[in-house]
């Protein structure tokens, strides 16, 4: 238990050296939270464009300050490179690459097993390796651990590997990497004591569990359960919607109840890259062992079929002012796929903006936090404007589909000619002008 007792030893005296694979919006906090913790952080990205902007003190994430990150570099507590060979003097190691869907909802587990290829080079007796990232149950043990332990080092004794998810919210000005209590599985329990140690320094809680298995069903069943709830309350709207009841009036209501309800609110589909994919994370691997996850197909029919019924909507409002779609000016407002963050990834405002594309409407979108954007299906990027007067009054549509605090609701009630509110930003007032999902 040698290598177990010098860890804990390392990481207790702040001597561990720490890296991080994969700065984004999960690794660049994770990074700065172990650097604020008092340990020495190697950060490692593909990217070289991010691991220079890192070493240069300039944050892309907005959770993360410039100030925070500067004072992590300058007091040389993290350095960031694209070259895993910094492992060899490192004692942990975070994993937080993407784990995408693949076009048939199939895991794409690729950027894991590249991060390992790199890992396994370098690693040497006395290292913790911690994945991550979300997969469905059975990836560590199944990819982490065959990787590694090709290397012929034993797993709780030479080397440890635990799953501990990131839960971050981007955007949350309330919880952060360091206040959300963190779920720690360990292959053994040696492996569960050296990654609490570690994450124990960082945040606030830790909460062991028993298996690996166990923590990457966590954090699946946590995102299940939104993406569940969104589908059910997107069914509900639907309802509402051809029965002529404003559903966010019902929402508010049934809130009052001061238990055993928990209210989730409709809207243009769901984004990030969480919601949408880490349920088919789960019904995969469920498929794999005989097991139909219904709730999940079914919500992720409910929820993918939004932004097609908000196109409907976008439709029904034009033909109302006696306009077509095609030729129609439309600014969608707000293409982040969630309010007051610059994420666009999986944003239902990019499969809108492509179906109203195909129909003929000329569009344009204006958002503070993203400064150009790409939709696949459409040649050139779309052109952003600022929210103001003349570009209210010269749409046709505004279409609200990120309801950004940023956004002045006012100048848009004042000079849009035809509102669609997807969230409910203009809390009912406009009348006719106003349509609702
Ligand atoms: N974004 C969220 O809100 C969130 C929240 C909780 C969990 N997660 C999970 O965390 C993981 C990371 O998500 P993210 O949002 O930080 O992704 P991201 O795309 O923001 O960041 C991932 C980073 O990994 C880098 N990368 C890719 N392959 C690499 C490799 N082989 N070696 C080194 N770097 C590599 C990329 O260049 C990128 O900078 C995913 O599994 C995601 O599901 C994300």
């Known amino acids: 238990m040698t290598n177990k007792i010098e860890l804990l030893e390392k990481i207790e005296d702040r001597k561990a050296v720490c890296a991080v694979i994969g700065l984004g919006y999960v690794g660049l906090p994770l990074a700065v939270g172990l650097a604020n913790a008092g340990f020495n952080v190697r950060g490692v990205d593909v990217d070289p464009e991010k691991a220079r902007m890192v070493c240069n003190g300039e944050s892309y994430i907005p959770d993360v300050s410039d100030d925070e990150l500067q004072k992590a570099v300058k007091n040389g507590r993290l350095t960031a490179g694209s070259d895993y060979s910094v492992l060899s003097e490192c004692d942990t190691v975070s994993i937080c690459v993407p784990t995408p869907l693949r076009k048939t909802r199939d895991p794409d587990i690729s950027f894991i097993v590249e991060a390992l290829q790199e890992i396994k080079k370098y690693i040497h007796p006395g290292m913790l390796i ?214 666009t990834r999986e944003s239902p405002a990019l499969d809108i903006i492509m179906k109203l594309n195909l129909k003929g409407a000329d569009i344009v979108y204006a958002d503070p936090y993203v400064d150009d954007l790409a939709v696949e299906g459409i040649d050139s990027h779309i052109e952003r404007v600022e929210l103001n007067k003349e570009t209210l009054t010269s749409a046709d549509l505004v279409v609200i589909i990120a309801d950004h605090d940023a956004f002045d609701y006012q100048l848009v009630l004042k000079h849009a000619p035809l509102i669609l509110d997807t969230r409910n930003a203009m809390r009912g007032a406009g009348g006719d002008r106003v349509w609702s999902i």
């Open 130 to 343: 911690v994945l991550e990232s979300t997969s469905y149950p059975g990836t560590t043990e199944e990819i982490v651990v065959s990787a590694l332990t090709g290397s012929k080092l034993r797993v709780g004794s030479d080397i440890f590997v635990a799953f501990s998810p990131e839960r971050v919210d981007p955007g949350n000005p309330v919880y952060h990497t360091g206040n959300i209590p963190k779920v720690v599985g360990g292959v053994t329990p040696a492996c569960t004591d050296v990654a609490s140690a570690l994450y124990g320094n960082v945040v606030e809680k830790v909460h062991a569990v028993s298996s690996t298995r166990v923590a990457e069903m966590i954090k699946l069943l946590e995102n299940t359960f939104r993406s569940v709830n969104i589908g059910l309350v997107n069914e509900i709207a639907l309802m509402c919607n051809q029965m002529g009841i404003n559903v966010w009036e019902v929402i508010e209501g049934a809130a009052t109840k001061p238990f055993g309800f928990m209210p989730f609110f409709p809207g243009p589909g769901l984004g990030g890259h969480c919601i949408p994919i880490d349920p088919f994370y789960l019904s995969w691997k469920a498929r794999s062992v005989g097991f139909e996850a219904r709730f999940i197909e079914l919500a992720g029919q409910v929820n993918s079929y939004m932004p097609l019924h908000v196109v409907g909507k976008a439709m029904d409002a034009l033909n109302a002012a006696g306009k077509s779609v095609s030729g129609s000016r439309v600014l969608i407002l707000g293409v982040a796929y969630k309010k007051n963050i610059d994420d």
